[in-house]
């Protein structure tokens, strides 16, 4: 069999995979594709961290990424599903004790032992091709985002200050985190809203019905106590998107409102409804 060198600038699709077969008269088998585009992501990945702008195919999966050769079972879970490598669908989270939880719509103080804020995300999935996660809108007074660059998640995974930190943790309780240091945010921050999202669900008829112990939880880093949580118990198959709570400053203070609302809109939808300039 011939040897030939191959330069991946793009990921290998269905068809691509047709063509090289036949062209070069070689036999590529879909392992061998799952080979190489995941040296294509994990080169696309590492550049995309120079990049702060935010595009439209880092908040929704694009057209070729849906084309792809996978053989896995998250195939049709989007660019981000490809770049992390393992979807937060597969792992199981045992629920947390929760023991400053408090209702939908309820407002409590934080009592802060320093400037530094840790806030908690879980869920688990009761349809497997859900691929959940969480995202934060830096806002100003007027509701909307200070700057383009201040919308953290997965695809822009901090602040320009490095304020607010994106993590994906996966532990037997949690699976992604915010670390936040107020003490360097941007004073034009008023508040910080935290949503969680399911990946291409308007596309693939997902919605939060398919899920379940879904909860947010404000932790003191310094001591690793619990300051506030919220558990999600309305899961409607109206909605693809939940505004799971917000932290905010009042009066010199900063403050948590589980506000448990839903929306039927996907990632995308919510930084336009934000002012995130999504290109």
């Not at 949690?174 to 003490?183: G, H, K, M, S, W």
């Not at 939060?208 to 999600?232: C, G, H, R, W």
């Amino acid at each position: 069999m011939s040897t030939f060198v191959m330069n991946i600038t793009k990921p290998i699709g269905a068809s691509d995979l047709e063509s090289l077969n036949q062209k070069k008269g070689i036999v590529l088998t879909s392992e061998n594709v799952e080979i190489l585009n995941t040296s294509y992501y994990k080169k696309k990945d590492s550049a995309s961290s120079q990049n702060t702008g935010v595009t439209r195919s880092n908040v929704q999966s694009g057209t070729a990424a849906k084309n792809v050769v996978r053989p896995t079972a998250y195939g049709q879970g989007g660019v981000h599903a490809a770049c992390s490598g393992q979807s937060n669908s597969s792992k199981h989270i045992i629920l947390p004790s929760l023991t400053k939880r408090v209702s939908k719509g309820q407002k409590v103080p934080l009592n802060l032992s320093s400037n530094k804020i840790k806030v908690n995300f879980g869920w688990n999935v009761k349809n497997p091709a859900c691929d959940v996660d969480v995202s934060a809108f830096l806002l100003s007074g007027n509701g909307k985002v200070v700057g383009d660059d201040y919308f953290v998640f997965y695809g822009q995974e901090s602040s320009p200050e490095k304020s607010v930190l994106f993590k994906n943790v996966e532990t037997a309780n949690v699976l992604e985190v915010f670390d936040i240091d107020t003490a360097i945010l941007n004073p034009a921050v008023a508040k910080i809203v935290f949503v969680m999202t399911i990946n291409d669900a308007l596309e693939n008829s997902l919605n939060f019905s398919m899920l379940k112990d879904a909860y947010i939880q404000i932790v003191d880093p310094l001591n690793n106590t619990e300051l506030a949580s919220f558990l999600v118990e309305e899961y409607y198959n109206n909605i693809n998107s939940m505004m799971m709570g917000e932290i905010y400053l009042h009066n010199g203070a900063w403050k948590f409102n589980a506000i448990g609302n839903g929306v039927n809109k996907d990632l995308a939808g919510l930084c336009e409804f934000y002012g995130v300039a999504v290109e």
